[in-house]
Nanobody, 122 residues
Framework: QVHLVESGGGLVQAGGSLRLSCAASGSIFHINFMGWYRQAPGKQRELVATITSGGSTNYTDSVKGRFTISRDNAKNTVYLQMNSLKPEDTAVYYC????????????????WGQGTQVTVSS
């Protein structure tokens, strides 16, 4: 079993900052990429940012220059530093990780966190 637990969401004024964290635990052998997705009311879930085990990053255009994804491989944790937040960043943010578990070393699986609400007021 693998669990992803997110923290760090909340309410912030436009222009403010928040830092999200997501810690993976359980029967983990190796984590490939980790990432953050978000889903605003009435919209589909969208990719925000991803990071590989080697540290290569990818961002959706709307957050480039404002958000920074990072990870601590020793702690199986991924972070999302969000600066210059805008009301349109309001959404539930979900952590995602592609993981090889001790149970099945040959095939990785995707795991999701429970989501954390980020609300940006204007």
């Amino acid at each position: 079993q693998v669990h992803l637990v997110e923290s760090g969401g909340g309410l912030v004024q436009a222009g403010g900052s928040l830092r999200l964290s997501c810690a993976a635990s359980g029967s983990i052998f190796h984590i490939n990429f980790m990432g953050w997705y978000r889903q605003a009311p009435g919209k589909q879930r969208e990719l925000v940012a991803t990071i590989t085990s080697g540290g290569s990053t990818n961002y959706t255009d709307s957050v480039k220059g404002r958000f920074t994804i990072s990870r601590d491989n020793a702690k199986n944790t991924v972070y999302l530093q969000m600066n210059s937040l805008k009301p349109e960043d309001t959404a539930v943010y979900y952590c995602n990780a592609n993981i090889f578990t001790m149970v099945k070393l040959t095939t990785p699986f995707d795991y999701w966190g429970q989501g954390t609400q980020v609300t940006v007021s204007s």
